[in-house]
């Protein structure tokens, strides 16, 4: 199949519609009504999604972004203790029954985005 690379009349992208769907045995009209009430019920669910997300950030149900920070902030601080509170167990553990216990592995790691001190 070609297509011409040039302008198109109304007319003429109708008939050629009209060829396609009867090659496929298939009314244009009927599918395009189908496809724009799917697309107006997906339209209004949205709509619903953001009246309803509205409605939580108008009643302060929504934290605000300082909030958010300061729980993350809270939530690593508490992750940090247990992690560390935990090795002690798996230590205090190991040595009770009998087990070898090496001393504590320390590692200091910097993360950065971009070049380094040394410009890699």
Known sequence: MTIEERPWAAGEIAEQIQILSNA??????????WVIQSLE????????????????????LVLEERDV????????QINAQFKSTYSLLERARA?????????PASVDLTVSKGNDANGV
């Open 95 to 103: 040595y009770r029954l009998g087990m070898p216990v090496p001393p």
């Open 41 to 60: 019920e997906t339209e209004d669910k949205h709509a619903k999604q953001i009246d309803e997300a509205r409605r939580h950030v108008h009643r302060n």
């Open 69 to 76: 920070t300061r729980l993350g902030l809270y939530e690593r």
């Open 24 to 33: 496929a045995g298939v009314d244009w009209r009927e599918e395009l009504s």
